[in-house]
């Protein structure tokens, strides 16, 4: 019997009856109710009846080394028997200086400074809010503006969203939004230029290159995802489109931001996308698998010359002024250590290869199917995306609900993936063992089969 | 010897190197590091040389039980043992439910449903997201700004900084924030009216009155720190104003937004300030105490109506886009459960009252300081707001860091405030003693002498 077909819990019902789901259609919950997860080990969660459900999307993107793992459990407790919590202003502590110092040691070394705040949404508009005051405080005060590709996610505040691509988020707010200019980027599946990811010279930098030619003179950074457009559906594109961003934006005296919340920590196979290609964003945004999965923590890194424009007698007024109450917390801070810790030790980076290896190899059943339009893959991260029809490369209808029912298959088959429309993805815990991909991969088969070959 | 005097420590060393602090010039910090804290017992901080401080604003106005709560420390463990975290889109746990169910008891009867992320600042910006997309769905989609009240404060990412009436935080970013619309609200030390609160009529809602009638086609909200202004100084006015405010906005088809933040979870005496006014506000914002200052944690709680205006079959796409990855994190969810426990059994709200007698007794030795234009308090909160002439209320100039050199003092006496310009406040953990809290006001007199009659 599966979570589909039985009576629901009580405990079920209270949910039903209290809680609003993010990203959720509730209405979906009087059929399907979410499941009740009480325990989780490694790569699996365990629903109150004892079902184990293999993590594909290491519960959004943030697990690493797998839930309930000894080392990071020891180190919260570690911590936990200090202190849980102290303000960060006017405070410090050894959890929170190690952690920026390991993270300035572990970025590119451009970026010297380290802010803290406690997801995503904030990383980004804390880079946001310090791109925008350092000109300001430079005498470029007419660069209020910022460009972002089409597709891009950026988190959903207002000022986060108002950096996103993507109509499905932003369409209920656009007349609150900043005004900031939408680029249209690479598109690597449906190359308007006709090339393929691996020869092209990124031709498709064009539009942001006369963007920024046009703009420079308002523009206050370009934020992108580097290679790969997590909420666009794990949209991934080459590296020479991010240096020819960076070229472009010294020339013309724009910041970049870097916003690797999805890909940082080892996601790509390398521990950050701007080290492993040596590019120096002006700004780098952390969150997610900064605590393997554990906690809420983000981090803004910057350059010293950002820092240096905020810096000065305290009648100048020249402070950065953003706080949140549980910045640095202790707790997090210490678990993001001992994630460092682990990512950078034993070679574990190298570890990877095997895995990454075999997510290609067992993709390729999925590349086969007739529906998939394309199967990409960059690191630890892979995607299928669907079609109706693989000449044209036309989309499933959205009202079909393709993803949505191979979620619902996935979920008998004992795994849990979800889909981003009719983007099909596994971004896995680290840790998955090569044994674990293939029956991964062979279940997203059989899943897909069954809701497609079913009928649309 | 004290912290201020010694040579700094390799740590503190390494903290100046790498982290930018919240709300701080840096500059300062050459001269003064920050306190390097190691551990917490009950209300105080401990330094890495062992001397302790009074933790006399609860960490940011977090925490309720003190530090190393027996408690709550082993309800992190327990959580721990089972998951530290799940996502909570298509997934469920019990923490989460529990938490939920609670809130919406202990909360007024017409809030219904809780939407969980981060922090004050994304609970705020939940509120505002849900209350736009109310009045698109439901056919006033031309309902999409919000008024706001002077000295209002409700976080710092830019829809919350769009809500924001303090021009410090707001003014490098003036240009991308949301066209709101800012409010003379109470004032109640300088009541333009030459009111006293305890007799006055809130008079001073008529410009919130006035706005309301003029712009009640494009008002989506209004938003208010209800009887206590944080951010401002601990500014504090009467509940009748939320009165008028409800119906006010509920004649002019607004909606009501209150950011119990800070005053929220026993700060006030009471466990909500519109539970105990019985006032029924639209959306109700919380976190801070939420997990009484252990882990980052918010809720946006609102009504069956709103929530009713987002249900219906996924075609129609009226579902709440928002997410955050860490919503609803069970170890926060946990802590915040046994938080909630301990609020509410063995009548613990009434054991407040020695202390906010206390508070208030020993506050009097404030008031005479020839300083003081005025001494408050609501509940556990109090503040002191300091002035060059009594009579006049002629604050100190901006420049004297007044407030500054104060908190300076009070780390010598081994007291952490943290004074808001020239606000001295107190909101410490709620546990704190009748002893302490005299401890507490002694210090805080001797602190503003030594500042004031030295020099200004």
């Known amino acids: 019997m599966n979570n589909l077909d039985k009576k629901p819990d009580i405990d079920l019902v209270r949910d039903f009856h209290s809680v609003w789901h993010p990203c959720t259609q509730m209405q979906d919950h009087e059929t399907v109710p979410p499941l009740l997860i009480e325990r989780g080990e490694g790569v699996y969660l365990y629903d109150r009846d004892g079902k184990k459900y293999l993590d594909v999307i290491s519960s959004w993107w943030v697990n690493l080394f797998g839930h309930n793992h000894p080392r990071l459990n020891e180190a919260l407790k570690r911590q936990l028997e200090k202190v849980a919590h102290v303000m960060f202003a006017g405070i410090t502590h050894q959890p929170a200086i190690d952690l920026a110092s390991n993270l300035v040691e572990l970025s590119p070394h451009n970026l010297q400074k380290v802010f803290f705040s406690d997801n995503g949404s904030t990383a980004v508009e804390v880079a946001v809010k310090m791109s925008l005051q350092y000109w300001q405080q430079t005498g470029h005060a007419e660069k209020t503006r910022f460009a972002y590709l089409k597709g891009g996610y950026h988190g959903e505040t207002l000022g986060a969203l108002s950096l996103c691509g993507l109509d499905l988020f932003r369409k ?100 950050f996308v701007c080290g492993e290609h040596k590019l120096n964003p002006t700004f780098l945004c952390l969150s997610k698998g900064i605590t393997s999965g554990y906690l809420p923590l983000a981090a803004t890194l910057t350059t010293d010359e950002i820092y240096s424009a905020f810096y000065g007698d305290f009648s100048t007024l020249k402070l950065f002024i953003h706080s949140h109450s549980y910045s640095a917390n202790p707790l997090a801070c210490a678990v993001a250590n001992e994630t460092l810790a682990m990512l950078t030790e034993n070679n574990f980076l190298k570890t990877l290869q095997p895995k990454i290896k075999a997510l290609g190899e067992y993709g390729k059943r999925l590349e086969q199917l007739e529906w998939c339009g394309e199967f990409r893959q960059t690191g630890m991260i892979a995607a299928a995306e669907l079609v109706q029809n693989r000449e044209t490369k036309e989309p499933f209808p959205f009202e079909a609900r393709v993803g949505y029912r191979i979620f619902l298959e996935g979920l008998k088959r004992g795994v849990f993936m979800r889909p981003l429309g009719n983007v099909i993805y596994f971004i896995p815990p680290l840790v998955i063992s090569v044994e674990e991909i293939k029956m991964m991969m062979d279940v997203a088969v059989d899943c897909i089969k069954a809701v497609v070959e079913e009928k649309n």
């Not at 020869?199 to 064009?206: D, I, L, P, R």
């Open 172 to 271: 209920n707010f656009e007349n609150v939004l900043m005004q900031n200019l939408e680029v249209q980027g690479p598109d690597c599946f449906r190359c308007p230029y006709g090339l393929q990811p691996e020869s092209c010279n990124a031709e498709c930098f064009e539009p942001m290159e006369k963007t920024l030619a046009e703009h420079k003179d308002t523009l206050a950074g370009v934020i992108v995802e580097p290679l790969v457009q997590g909420a666009a559906g794990m949209k991934m594109y080459p590296p020479r489109y991010l240096k020819k961003l960076e070229v472009a934006c010294k020339l013309h005296n724009v910041h970049t931001l870097y916003d690797e919340i999805a890909v940082g920590f080892g996601r790509t196979g390398s521990l």
